[in-house]
Structures are given as C-alpha cells and as structure tokens.
C-alpha cells in the first residue's frame, strides 16, 4: 500500500509540475506575442508619425514653391528695371539676364542688393536645410524660368520643377513633378522708357488709368495724372523694358506733358504727345 501511495503521489508530483512548465512556458508565449505586438504597434506608430510630418512638409513646399516664385521674380524684375534706369541701357536679352538675376542674383555678373536670400537657389537651399531638421533628404530641381506678358498690367512667370523627399529612416519617400507660375504686377514700376529716352532727367512710374470713357476734360486729366491705358498698338512692359516699340496686345501708353521736357532742358519737336510713337 505504501508502494501504491508512493507512485500515486510521484505521479501527482509529475502532472502538477508537467501543468506549471505548461504555465511558465504559455506566459513566455504571451508575453513574447504582447511584446512582438506591442513592438509592431509601436514601428506603425512611428511610421504613421513620419508619413504625416513628411506629408505636412510636402503641402508646405507645394505652397511655398509660388510664393517663392513670386518673391524672387518681384525682385528680379525691379532689378531689371533698376539696372536699365541707372545705367540708361535697355536689357539686351532678357531671357538670359532674367534667368540669370533670379538665380544667382547678379546681372551682367554684378551683384543686386535685392536679390540677396531672395533668390530661387536661395529658396532651394533654405528648404533643404529645413527638411534636414526634420530627418528628411530633399532634392529639387528647378527648370529655366519662362517670362511672358498677356496682361497690360502683369508679367507671367512660369517655372518648372521637380521635387523629391525621402524619409532618412526608408519609412516613405515622394517624388513629383510641378508647374509653378506667378503673376508680377507692374504697377509702380518705373517706365523705363522714361529714364533712358530722358538720358535720366525724367521718371515715370506705372500706374493705370481709372478712366473707361473719353473727352477733352477726361483727356486733361489723364496727362495730369500721368497714367497708362491700355493700347493694342503700343509695346508692352516687358517689351519696354528692352526697347521697343513694337505693338502688342498687352500693350500700354501714356500721355507726355511736354511743359516737362521743357523745364529740364530738352527740345520739344511738332510730334505726338503718345510716348511710343
């Protein structure tokens, strides 16, 4: 009977510690897959994190590529124009010189006072430094900048760009194509017209007329206020801007008062008072 007892018992002693040894090793099975869970859990969480900073950093550089179109191309242009009234010669090629004051900031290799961090490289190396902050590689790269005027009273600019952003860590990466465009108005530019036909004694700013209908009194008014109308037959800003006197759609006039001309010296002839013809 003690035999019996004693097998029974060691039997007893083998299920029970069979039955912990199930227990210990199902715990570890737990906790393992918690901890797996929590750990894919958590790589979501911080994947999930970086897609939507970098999202947030993508919709920034999306809208900031026409402000900083505008920026740029605002001062790149006044340059032009600075530059035409200082030294009273007209831009020769202004897709070249254009091209060559938003990027670099320089026309004819001098340096222009507004153009400084406020070129288009400028721009490109600000965002990247600025994607780098926030753990992220970005690569843009900006096409030639086409200068065009079908509107007597804004310059078009219209850029293209490529723009690709990628997530140090390989969680996501993005990468497109733009056309960015940007519309410059003219109004209180200098005529350049004014400057160099002037040898520099005259300046006119730009500024439209208010007027839509016309007579003498009308007409007085116009001269006095030395506005611009809009003439199909007259050259454009742009156009004006190298020289010439071509006719186009966009086109603007204004009214010299030839009492000016008098009073800083320059003879007045038996002409038109239009200013381009």
Excluded: C
């Excluded at 191309?73 to 020769?92: C, E, I, K, P, Y």
């Excluded at 809009?230 to 009214?255: C, K, V, Y």
């Amino acid at each position: 009977m003690s035999g019996a007892y004693a097998a029974t018992r060691a039997s007893k002693k083998g299920v029970f510690f069979t039955i912990i040894a199930v227990l210990i090793v199902g715990f570890f099975l737990v906790s393992f897959g918690l901890f797996a869970s929590y750990r894919d859990l958590l790589r979501a969480s911080v994947v999930e994190t970086r897609v939507f900073t970098m999202n947030n950093f993508i919709k920034n550089v999306d809208e900031d590529m026409g402000r900083g179109l505008y920026i740029s191309g605002f001062r790149a242009l006044l340059s032009l124009v600075n530059d035409v009234v200082t030294t009273g010669v007209f831009v020769s090629n202004l897709s070249t010189q254009f091209s060559e004051v938003i990027y670099n900031g320089t026309i004819n290799g001098t340096a222009q006072t507004l153009m400084e961090n406020n070129t288009l490289l400028y721009w490109v190396q600000k965002i990247q430094q600025e994607s780098a902050n926030i753990n992220l590689n970005t690569t843009i790269r900006i096409g030639s900048v086409l200068v065009d005027q079908t509107d007597p009273w804004m310059v078009l600019l219209t850029m293209d760009a490529n723009v690709s952003i990628a997530d140090k860590d390989g969680a996501a990466s993005w990468n497109v194509s733009r056309t960015v465009q940007a519309s410059i108005p003219i109004e209180g530019f200098e005529d350049p017209f004014y400057a160099v036909k002037t040898g520099g004694l005259l300046s006119r700013k730009i500024f439209r007329t208010n007027l839509t209908s016309w007579n003498v009194a009308y007409l007085r008014i116009h001269l006095r206020n030395e506005t611009y109308l809009n003439n199909s037959n007259a050259p454009n800003f742009l156009q004006r801007l190298q020289g010439s006197t071509a006719a186009s759609n966009s086109g603007i006039e204004t009214l010299i008062d030839t009492n000016d001309l008098i009073q800083v010296g320059i003879v007045v002839l038996n002409k038109t008072s239009v200013d381009y013809i």
